[in-house]
């Protein structure tokens, strides 16, 4: 594809559902990133991937939290047990190995 | 930790004139790559231009441009005839922990452009 996609555009759920958000990265591209921004803030990190392995999981916030990339290309995170602190828009980008990042429009996730 | 301080919250340019949005930053690294980024309301982070810190000449991309100051830890963006289309939030992100790795982002400046 021309540009990293993201799916849902925007997603309500119920506080304590189960989402899934779905990133398709720019092909070719080994590297994948996951991002939250709140409004009026910059992005914050919250997990990489190399290939189909998670480089840095250090931002995921709590175990409520988990991605994943099987094939080393599209890229899910799960997010269990949603609390209304989750809402915000989650931003995904590709690059290839030490490339600049390619984001993809995000998904706003709402949480009632 | 990878810090990056953007001084402006808010700047406003008049269409046609020049303005230069300021960012610091502060690393170990001696070689690696700084980036500006827009966010227009359509929230998509859009990838404005690319500086390399082995390179003496500053980066540019048709009216944007950087003045890369490596001693002093500074990344400045000057866009040059502004558009109406250049009206965004922009953020600076200073140079990842380690090469390929996240990026981390200020709290931006917000650009309007008055016609």
């Known amino acids: 594809g021309a540009g990293v996609s993201q799916t849902p555009s925007n997603k309500v759920t119920e506080k304590g559902k189960y989402v899934e958000l779905r990133c398709d990265p720019i092909s070719g591209h080994t590297a994948l990133y996951w991002y939250r921004q709140s409004l009026g803030q910059g992005p914050e990190f919250l997990i990489y991937?190399?290939?189909?392995?998670?480089?840095?999981d250090s931002g995921l916030p709590n175990d409520r939290f988990f991605a994943v990339r099987p094939e080393g290309s599209v890229s899910t995170l799960k997010i269990q047990r949603t609390e209304r602190g989750d809402s915000a828009v989650y931003l995904c980008?590709?690059?290839?190995?030490?490339?600049?990042?390619?984001f993809g429009p995000g998904t706003r996730l709402t949480v009632l | 930790a990878q810090t990056v301080t953007q001084s402006q919250p808010e700047m406003s340019v008049q269409e046609a004139e020049t303005v230069t949005l300021s960012c610091t930053y502060d690393?170990?690294?001696?070689?690696?790559?700084l980036f500006w980024y827009k966010q227009p309301p359509s929230r998509q982070m859009i990838l404005v231009i690319r500086q390399e810190a082995y390179k003496q000449q500053n980066a540019t991309e048709n009216r944007f441009s950087v003045n890369f100051q490596k001693a002093a830890k500074s990344f400045s963006l000057k866009i040059s005839d502004s558009q109406l289309g250049d009206a965004a939030m922009y953020f600076c992100?200073?140079?990842?922990?380690?090469?390929?790795?996240?990026?981390?982002f200020g709290e931006g400046t917000q650009l309007t452009v008055n016609p």
């Open positions: 991937f190399q290939g189909t392995g998670a480089a840095d």
């Open positions: 980008a590709s690059s290839l190995l030490g490339g600049a990042q390619y």
């Open positions: 992100a200073p140079p990842p922990e380690t090469s390929g790795s996240r990026l981390t």
């Open positions: 690393t170990s690294e001696s070689d690696y790559y």
